[in-house]
């Protein structure tokens, strides 16, 4: 079973800036493609971003330009860097294999709260 810890969560003020990590036990993480989604209360989790094992990335429409997905292999360790956040940011933050397998089980997840 996959283990994912999410971290780096907290509340912000629009337009400020959050650095999330999502550290994973997956054996040979860097020939994984990676995702980051986010569950808003009262909505389905989303796909924000994923980023494949030579480091291409994608983006959901409107976070384009503001956030970045990045991994460093090395460290089994995948990383959302959060720019110019705004009030419909707000979301529990999770990482995942993209997509998500049977035993990559979903973790806690990071709070992230944007405040107007």
């Known amino acids: 079973q996959v283990q994912l810890v999410e971290s780096g969560g907290g509340t912000v003020q629009t337009g400020g800036s959050l650095r999330l990590s999502c550290a994973t036990s997956?054996?040979?993480?860097?020939?994984?493609?990676m995702g980051w989604y986010r569950q808003a209360p009262g909505k389905q989790r989303e796909l924000v971003a994923r980023i494949n094992s030579g480091g291409t990335t994608e983006y959901r429409d409107p976070v384009k330009g503001r956030f970045t997905i990045s991994r460093d292999n090395a460290v089994r360790t995948l990383y959302l860097e959060m720019n110019s956040l705004k009030p419909e940011d707000t979301a529990v933050y999770y990482c995942n294999l993209f997509p998500p397998r049977s035993d990559s089980h979903w973790g806690q997840g990071t709070q992230v709260t944007v405040s107007s």
């Open positions: 997956l054996t040979f993480f860097g020939i994984n493609a």
